[in-house]
């Protein structure tokens, strides 16, 4: 009946969509709901400072997935074309993810909600549950979804729909002998917002201050639509505010019903939950609408690479605990490994590493003192993490960035050019110049490639560099950042 051994437990991946590591309750945020997140978050561990690959959609669910960077895995922006059906490009093909290293174990998969990763009507191997989106995102209702290899349009609000296709597959298989992996992926929540989500969540936020959210003046990079509205965001800003609240509350509570379906099948301690999302977004941090591409040149602030993280599995993680060890996307799939007992061998090619001792109370501590650096990517723009300092690299000429993140949190003031600075930015780069050089495929390498953050077209191959990606927006110019 599923998995009932918690040393080698199910996996129930639950990927929410464009979700700040503000975005949550146990995070601190006094203003948005989340009841059944940090009930989850009380019941393992919140990890506080966790950061994905790249700051954008496709990026970073191909890094979660196969522990690799964008340049060596070749996916670099969001997939802007139609990848379903006859023009359905698989993104990953060829590639290994962690996913196949379950597949290979014995575990079977399966998958509710968004993939946005090339061919997202075709399972991946060892699925036996494909209920995936057409493409990216969209209307929460009548959503283009595929359901074994057709395309059957979704009715309902889609964030209800996800969970209830879930939690049947959660009912199916808690009688097969097999352990099982679900990824519940869902669109939530990434816009659109306004006249989307049920009054119920709305109307929690009716009278909200959205002190979390302090829209400050927009920020000089940000692209305008056509009709001077953030290409990221919506040109009511405060509906825009109540429908991202909203969908996060609704995800919420659909969040509760599968782990209260996971309990009522007796799974909950022989199953292991992670919560994540893919990138972080700004909801008018640093004057911005949007993540990574909010901005062009694309950004890197804390606001757009910090995303949501927790884990739980009750009586094998101990719970009620935050760790703020500096943790990345590419050390899920070695984490995975460790924790489940595959008995794959590391790949000397990949960048992460297991923190599956930081799931352990005891050695939390000691553990937590040698993660004390990470690294993002963005096409040609490049960063380095440490709890001190943030550096910047844009490719080939800047501008470039340098925050003393302890004295300035807020990233509000560049130091790139002090003087006073200079022995840290030149520590700071030689790292990100040597550790890049360590893993990048010189045949995808984003730091050049004309990556904007409006799209991908086709994989990244030899011959093709310049012509897989969207061209920059037309209303953007590039200028020195605040305070440079």
């Known amino acids: 009946m599923a998995s ?20 949550l309750g146990c995070a601190g945020n006094h203003e948005i709901r989340t009841p059944r997140l940090d009930a989850l978050a009380a019941s393992g561990v919140n990890f506080s400072r966790f950061f994905c690959t790249s700051p954008v959609c496709s990026p970073a669910r191909a890094s979660l997935f ?13 997939l802007s074309y139609h990848h379903a059906g006859r023009t359905g490009l698989d993104f990953l093909d060829g590639r290994l993810l962690f996913t196949d290293l379950l597949a290979h174990a014995g575990y079977r998969l399966g998958l509710s909600g968004k993939w946005h990763l090339g061919a997202n009507d075709r399972p991946r ?12 995102g969209g209307p929460y209702h009548d959503a283009p979804m595929y359901r074994d290899g057709r395309r059957a349009p979704e009715p309902d609000y889609l964030t209800d729909a996800l969970a209830e296709d879930a939690g049947r597959f959660l009912e199916r298989e808690s009688d097969r002998p097999e352990p099982f992996h679900l990824s519940l992926h869902f669109t939530a929540p990434h816009k659109p917002w306004k006249g989307q989500h049920p009054r119920e969540y709305t109307d929690l936020y009716e009278d909200c201050a959205f002190e979390t959210c302090p829209q400050g003046a927009p920020h000089p990079w940000q692209p305008l639509d056509e009709n001077g509205a953030p290409v990221g965001g919506e040109s009511d800003t405060r509906q825009a505010l109540i429908g991202y609240f909203a969908a996060v509350t609704a995800m919420d509570a659909a969040i509760g019903r599968v782990l209260d379906r996971l309990d009522a099948l007796g799974l909950t301690e022989s199953t292991l939950v992670l919560f994540t999302s893919d990138n972080g977004f700004n909801a008018g941090h640093h004057g911005v609408w949007g993540k990574g591409n909010g901005t062009f040149p694309q950004n890197m602030y804390d606001s757009s690479v910090l995303v949501p993280f927790l884990m739980s599995q009750p009586g094998r993680i101990a719970g009620g ?9 590419y050390d899920v799939l070695p984490t995975l490994v460790e924790h489940l007992g595959l008995g794959h061998e590391p790949d000397p090619h990949l960048p992460g590493n ?15 003192r040698d993660r004390v650096v990470v690294y993002d990517e963005y096409g040609p723009v490049r960063m380095i993490r440490t709890p001190g300092w943030k550096y910047v690299h844009r490719y080939p000429h800047g501008p470039h960035e340098l925050y003393d993140m302890d004295r300035d949190p807020g990233e509000r003031e560049n130091l790139v050019t002090d003087p006073a600075c200079a022995s840290v930015r030149r520590e700071l780069a030689g790292r990100l110049d040597a550790w890049f050089a360590t893993y990048v495929d010189p045949a995808v390498d984003g730091a050049r490639l004309p990556v904007a953050g409006t799209g991908q077209r086709t994989p990244t191959a030899p011959g093709t560099l310049g012509t897989a990606f969207e061209p920059p927006p037309a209303c953007a110019k590039p200028v020195t950042p605040p305070g440079g």
């Open 4 to 23: 009932r051994d918690p040393a080698r437990p199910n996996v129930l991946l639950v990927l929410s969509d464009d979700q700040g590591a503000w975005a």
């Open 66 to 78: 196969t522990g690799e960077l964008p340049s060596q895995h070749g996916v670099h922006d969001w």
């Open 125 to 136: 191997p060892g699925f036996v549950h494909w209920y995936a989106h057409e493409s990216g």
């Open 321 to 329: 605990r935050t760790c703020d060890a500096l943790l990345s996307h």
């Open 354 to 368: 297991s923190f599956a001792g930081l799931l352990d109370g005891g050695s939390d501590a000691s553990a937590a």
